[in-house]
């Protein structure tokens, strides 16, 4: 079982930052590719981001390309999301998830293939 806890969400403006942190129990922590996904008032749930067990391999969705970045500090047991240049399209719900297996060395965009689930940490961009 992993547990996982996001925070850094918040209210900024259009152009602006923020770093989603997603603090993670247990010690196999390091075994499993993580993911970032997000959820906006009448959507369904859409893959953001995500790092391989190595945090060596990333994937992004087209619209955060060159905005977001991905990052984890196996040490930490932390995965992070660092967002810039906000829009307000980027408004949603955020969500840090796990990969349902270990060591998988090829990444999923599909939320079926993670079992594991935070909260969530509400995001959102005014214009």
């Known amino acids: 079982q992993v547990q996982l806890v996001e925070s850094g969400g918040g209210l900024v403006q259009a152009g602006g930052s923020l770093r989603l942190s997603c603090s993670a129990s247990?010690?196999?922590?390091?075994?499993?590719?993580m993911g970032w996904f997000r959820q906006a008032p009448g959507k369904e749930r859409e893959f953001v981001a995500s790092i391989g067990w190595g945090g060596t391999n990333t994937d992004y969705t087209d619209s955060v390309k060159g905005r977001f970045a991905i990052s984890r500090d196996n040490a930490k047991n932390t995965v992070y999301l660092q967002m810039n240049n906000l829009k307000p399209e980027d408004t949603a719900v955020y969500y840090c998830?796990?990969?349902?297996?270990?060591?998988?060395?090829?990444?999923?965009?599909?939320?079926?293939?993670?079992?594991?689930w935070g909260q969530g940490t509400q995001v959102t961009v005014s214009s």
């Open positions: 998830a796990a990969d349902r297996a270990q060591f998988r060395n090829w990444l999923t965009r599909r939320p079926a293939d993670y079992n594991y």
């Open positions: 247990g010690r196999s922590f390091s075994t499993y590719s």
